[in-house]
């Protein structure tokens, strides 16, 4: 059994703006009903802030709890303020959501994509009524057939959320899940994309690496660390050795060892590269 939020739960109980908007500003979708989860997502926009949104979903509970949640995320925020949320955004307003649920979250990322590229066009044409009611067609090179997850979907899951591992890529988008054939072509999509990554840190001025690690720290980790009372300082970089002052509460915490290592040094490894080490200075 999955260990669900109160939030999760709540969401899932008692689904917030069900529904459709009939003169909707812009409808997006994402997955398929052949796959097993879709959504739909309607968006009322004025002077560009989101006033309605609606969405109907045929899914699990993570899926409705998900996009329940979206909707009041989105609700009195502006166009480019809504275009930043992440899936990882919707999994932590959630409470979390278990490792195998995580896709839900990715669907709801997804759909909201794809409603914002139809904002602002001339026509928006629903694509329901130009597929004639059938699934919403995939766009780019699909690397499960199974559930038709294509390759720039996983690349952007990855990216979004660290992954690692094929299992974690499954998680995240259900690709691999089925009759597995797929599972060493995205073992490939994972390597090109840290190969890649590396490649990109290697190029680096001393100066371009320091501030890409301050940007990490500032916006990534700080942040985190603030909401809980503490806080984290940039003291000094030696190649890969990067030495920092935990600050505020997280100065004098018993678990300070482990909010470096298995917090901070995490993110700066998924953003960085995987031969980075974190140091305190006391």
């Given at each position: 059994?999955?260990?669900?939020?109160?939030?999760?739960?709540?969401?899932?109980?008692?689904?917030?703006?069900?529904?459709?908007?009939?003169?909707?500003?812009?409808?997006?979708?994402?997955?398929?009903?052949?796959?097993?989860?879709?959504?739909?997502?309607?968006?009322?926009?004025?002077?560009?802030?989101?006033?309605d949104a609606?969405?109907?979903?045929?899914?699990?509970?993570?899926?409705?709890?998900?996009?329940?949640?979206?909707?009041?995320?989105?609700?009195?925020?502006?166009?480019?303020?809504?275009?930043?949320?992440?899936?990882?955004?919707?999994?932590?307003?959630?409470?979390?959501?278990?490792?195998?649920?995580?896709?839900?979250?990715?669907?709801?990322?997804e759909a909201?994509?794809?409603?914002?590229?139809?904002?602002?066009?001339?026509?928006?044409?629903?694509?329901?009524?130009?597929?004639?009611?059938?699934?919403?067609?995939?766009?780019?090179?699909?690397?499960?057939?199974?559930?038709q997850i294509?390759?720039?979907?996983?690349?952007?899951?990855?990216?979004?959320?660290?992954?690692?591992?094929?299992?974690?890529?499954?998680?995240?988008?259900?690709?691999?899940?089925?009759?597995?054939?797929?599972?060493?072509?995205?073992?490939?999509?994972?390597?090109?994309?840290?190969?890649?990554?590396?490649?990109?840190?290697?190029?680096?001025?001393?100066?371009?690496?320091?501030?890409?690690?301050?940007?990490?720290?500032?916006?990534?980790?700080?942040?985190?660390?603030?909401?809980?009372?503490?806080?984290?300082?940039?003291?000094?970089?030696?190649?890969?050795?990067?030495?920092?002052?935990?600050?505020?509460?997280?100065?004098?915490?018993?678990?300070?060892?482990?909010?470096?290592?298995?917090?901070?040094?995490?993110?700066?490894?998924?953003?960085?590269?995987?031969?980075?080490?974190?140091?305190?200075?006391?």
């Open positions: 059994m999955w260990d669900y939020s109160e939030k999760v739960m709540d969401h899932y109980r008692n689904p917030r703006n069900v529904g459709a908007i009939d003169d909707a500003d812009a409808v997006g979708v994402a997955g398929s009903l052949t796959c097993g989860d879709q959504l739909k997502i309607y968006l009322k926009i004025e002077n560009n802030i989101v006033t609606k969405f109907q979903t045929f899914g699990c509970g993570s899926a409705v709890a998900s996009s329940s949640i979206l909707t009041e995320m989105i609700i009195g925020k502006t166009v480019e303020e809504v275009k930043k949320i992440t899936n990882k955004d919707i999994a932590d307003e959630l409470g979390g959501l278990p490792p195998e649920k995580m896709h839900c979250s990715v669907m709801g990322y909201l994509e794809d409603a914002l590229k139809n904002f602002n066009k001339e026509e928006y044409v629903d694509l329901d009524d130009l597929l004639g009611k059938k699934p919403q067609e995939q766009k780019g090179k699909i690397i499960c057939t199974c559930f294509t390759e720039d979907l996983i690349w952007d899951a990855i990216k979004q959320n660290g992954l690692k591992t094929v299992d974690e890529v499954t998680n995240y988008t259900k690709a691999g899940g089925a009759c597995g054939k797929c599972k060493s072509i995205i073992q490939d999509v994972i390597d090109t994309y840290y190969n890649k990554q590396q490649a990109e840190v290697d190029k680096l001025t001393p100066t371009q690496w320091i501030l890409k690690v301050n940007n990490v720290i500032e916006t990534q980790i700080s942040p985190e660390l603030q909401k809980d009372g503490g806080d984290i300082e940039l003291v000094d970089i030696k190649n890969k050795s990067i030495y920092v002052k935990l600050k505020g509460r997280c100065s004098g915490c018993k678990n300070s060892t482990m909010t470096l290592k298995n917090f901070a040094e995490k993110v700066l490894k998924d953003s960085l590269g995987t031969d980075i080490t974190l140091i305190e200075v006391k």
